[in-house]
């Protein structure tokens, strides 16, 4: 018998999906901080799923799991869409969003800038020059 480690989370209709196909899961169901670490790891699971979609109609499937796990995030910390959404406006609204392309290959501030610490502080994210 072949038994493979999958060890991430899945739809609510896995487990009946699985034995559809005659596979037998061994699962759970996660709550509380365990859910919440799960569905961020799921998110940049599907995240790296939207960088590889080669056309439309796969960037439509998986912009829609990205908005599933985002919907299972919205309940298990409690907030609603339209919180999301009004934060979402104020951001669009001070700082603009992403309708231009805009691409900045690198900045360049003085020692004293406030904000060297903050670049600083994620060598990995930002390398300094």
């Known amino acids: 018998m072949a038994e493979f480690i999958l ?3 899945g ?6 999906a ?3 196909q005659s596979i037998t899961p061994n699962y759970k169901h996660l709550q509380g901080k365990e859910l919440v670490a799960e569905l961020q790891k799921k998110l940049i699971e599907e995240a790296y799923e939207v960088q590889e979609a080669q056309d ?3 960037m439509i499937g998986e912009l829609a799991d990205v908005l599933e796990v985002i919907d299972g995030l919205y309940k298990a910390y409690g907030i609603s869409p339209e919180a999301v959404a009004q934060e979402k406006e104020k951001r669009r609204q ?3 969003g992403f309708a231009t392309g805009l691409y900045i290959e690198t900045i360049q ?3 004293d800038n406030p904000r060297v610490k903050h670049f600083r502080k994620s060598p990995k994210k930002y390398p300094e020059i």
């Open 7 to 9: 060890k991430k989370i």
């Open 11 to 16: 739809r609510d209709k896995g487990v009946e």
């Open 18 to 20: 699985f034995r559809s």
């Open 56 to 58: 439309a109609q796969e």
């Open 94 to 96: 001070e700082r603009g």
């Open 109 to 111: 501030m003085s020692e």
